[in-house]
């Protein structure tokens, strides 16, 4: 059974920094898309970071230059750091894999980053 875990967030001030981890199990995912997602109160869900089976990244424009994703393989874990957190950035986020990242296969539970000013 495959299990996606998140960890790592939590409550921050503005300007600060977190850094999420996702741990996979129940089979290896080298070979796919790794990203996270984040959905706010009252929106939805949305696209914040991929990186791609050969290490390729990709941002949303909105977090580009403060957020870092990052994956290792041998321990099937992606991890996103965020530095200079804004008040705007603050949801429940949420790890994904899959061939595709936008159609992904796997979800992780979520974790809440909540940045206040």
């Known amino acids: 059974q495959v299990q996606l875990v998140e960890s790592g967030g939590g409550l921050v001030q503005a300007g600060g920094s977190l850094r999420l981890s996702c741990a996979a199990s129940g089979r290896t995912f080298s070979t796919y898309a790794m990203g996270w997602f984040r959905q706010a109160p009252g929106k939805e869900r949305e696209f914040v970071a991929v990186?791609?089976?050969?290490?390729?990244?990709y941002y949303q424009d909105s977090v580009k230059g403060r957020f870092t994703m990052s994956r290792d393989n041998a321990k099937n874990t992606m991890y996103l750091q965020m530095n200079s957190l804004k008040p705007e950035d603050t949801a429940v986020y949420y790890c994904a894999v899959g061939r595709n990242i936008m159609d992904a296969d796997y979800w992780g539970q979520g974790t809440q980053v909540t940045v206040s000013s």
């Open positions: 990186i791609t089976w050969n290490g390729s990244t």
